[in-house]
C-alpha cells in the first residue's frame, strides 16, 4: 500500500471515512479534530481524534468549534479514540484555532489527572 501524502497534524479539523470489512469506503464519514502531533501519526500510521457533533449537551468535556470556520460543531474532547487513518481516507477541513485546541487538550488532560485517584 502507498503511503498516503497526507498527514493528519494537530489542530487539524478533518473528515474521517473508514473501509467497511471488504476494503471499500462507506459512504458516510465523520468529522473530528486531531489531537496527536504530526510526527507521530506520520511514524505510526495511527493518530488521536475528537469526534465532532451537531448536539450541544452542555457537558463538562465539550469544547465548541468558534464561528468562522469551515468546520462547525462540538467536540467531544473526552472520547478520544485511536484511527489507523492510512487505512480509510482523511480529508482536512481547517485548523482549529490555538485557544480552542488549548482547550481540547487541557479537558482531554483531565482524564488522566493522577490527583483523583480512586
Not at 473530528?32 to 448536539?55: M, Q, W
Request: glycine share 8%; net charge negative; charged share 25%.
Amino acid at each position: 500500500m502507498a503511503t498516503p501524502s497526507y498527514v493528519p497534524v494537530r489542530g487539524e479539523i478533518v473528515w474521517i471515512y473508514s473501509r467497511s470489512g471488504k476494503g471499500t469506503y462507506l459512504p458516510s464519514g465523520r468529522p473530528a479534530v486531531t489531537v496527536s502531533p504530526e510526527a507521530y501519526n506520520r511514524r505510526s500510521g495511527l493518530a488521536l481524534f475528537c469526534p465532532i457533533t451537531d448536539e450541544e449537551k452542555g457537558y463538562p468535556f465539550e469544547v465548541s468549534i468558534p464561528g468562522g470556520l469551515a468546520a462547525t460543531g462540538i467536540i467531544l474532547a473526552d472520547q478520544l479514540e485511536s484511527v489507523d487513518w492510512r487505512s480509510g481516507t482523511v480529508v482536512r477541513i481547517c485548523t482549529l484555532p490555538a485557544e480552542a485546541m488549548d482547550d481540547v487538550l487541557r479537558k482531554a488532560a483531565a482524564l488522566l489527572d493522577e490527583e483523583d485517584r480512586s
